[in-house]
Each structure stands twice: as structure tokens, then as C-alpha cells.
């Protein structure tokens, strides 16, 4: 009988970054996982990366900008059918003008619309989180 190896969590950390009393999201691209889906901007962490370093390499590739990294928010896990990823919620700010470089959208969602967008289920207790105040 063969032994099944446990799948191990995806390492993922993303910047909630708030600015006027909104929070920008970005949206995945489509043929990505989750393709559509908004959610707060970071990505995959490297085996041996530092969570906050990871941070900040991401989204100086995904936006272009150099970020502060402040306290972490929130920490989640979420079973997919295909992954487990273990995410990393921190609140940022941008040390300059953010752009989409990949070809993504970017949106600067008000506090109470956070509720309506279609986010991925990793992301949704933070959402409940910021919405309830």
C-alpha cells in the first residue's frame, strides 16, 4: 500500500493597501488559477523566502512600486481541490505611483463595495474582517 504525502501549503503573502478610505485590488489575469477573481495584490512566496521580503519582490514585479511593510493583518488557509495556500495578510503603503505591469486591472474599492466583488475564497474572512470594521 502506498503511503499518501500530505500536500504542503503554498506560501502566500498579500499587501492590503488602503488610501482615502479604499483598498486596492487587483484582478487575475484570465487562464490564471482563479481568473476574474479580484484580490488584494502579492503572490508566492520561494521556498527558503522570507514572508515580508516576498512581499515586497512581488509587487515591485506585479506593480512597479517600492512598498513599506506594516503589521500583519491576518493569516488564512484554504483548501482547494488542487492546492492548499496558506496566505499572509499585511497592511502596506506604496512608497510611489502603483501601475499594473502584468496586464492586469487595478481597482480602488470603498470599504463597503469589498463585500460585492467576486474574491477568491482564500481572501474572504479578510474581507469580513475590513467590512465589519
Known amino acids: 500500500m502506498r503511503e499518501r504525502k500530505s500536500r504542503q501549503p503554498t506560501r502566500v503573502v498579500a499587501a492590503v493597501v488602503e488610501r482615502d478610505g479604499r483598498y486596492l485590488l487587483t484582478r487575475r489575469l484570465v487562464g490564471t488559477h482563479l481568473g ?14 522570507d514572508l515580508e521580503a516576498c ?5 515591485r514585479e506585479e506593480l512597479d512600486v517600492e512598498i513599506e511593510v506594516g503589521p500583519k493583518i491576518l493569516s488564512a488557509s ?7 495556500v496558506e496566505l499572509h495578510f499585511y497592511a502596506c503603503a506604496f512608497q510611489g505611483p502603483a501601475r499594473a505591469v502584468l496586464g492586469q486591472e487595478m481597482l480602488w474599492a470603498r470599504r463597503e463595495d469589498l463585500a460585492d466583488l467576486r474574491v477568491p475564497p482564500a481572501d474572504r474572512e479578510l474581507v469580513e ?3 465589519k470594521g
Open 55 to 59: 512581499l515586497r519582490r512581488e509587487i
Open 36 to 49: 476574474g477573481y479580484w484580490e488584494f495584490p502579492g503572490g508566492k512566496c520561494r521556498e527558503e523566502e
Open 78 to 84: 484554504h483548501s482547494y481541490p488542487d492546492r492548499v
Open 129 to 131: 474582517k475590513l467590512t
